[in-house]
């Protein structure tokens, strides 16, 4: 599911960082904003017990795929420019 424009700004917005990954799942809770299949995806991609630097760190876990292809995000004033990362095989 990729990540709404909603859940990048609550990001980037409403936590404060450094934030535990429970402290974000918590704070996703609260918003109305976010769709609950976005926060039950979110919930399954947040690591409770990490702790997440900013909003990029949430967004690489977030964006992390069965096939390790991970989207990282440039801009953290927003909007974000979605970059896609996948490993060479070898």
Known sequence: ???SQETLTHLRDNITYPATGEQIIRADGMMSGISAAERVSNMEKIKSRKTYASDLDVLADL?????NTIS???GHAGPYVRFSLTPLAM
Do not use: G, K
Request: net charge negative; glycine share 0%.
């Open 1 to 3: 599911m990729p990540v």
């Open 63 to 67: 964006q992390a795929d069965e096939d």
């Open 72 to 74: 990282l995000y440039a």
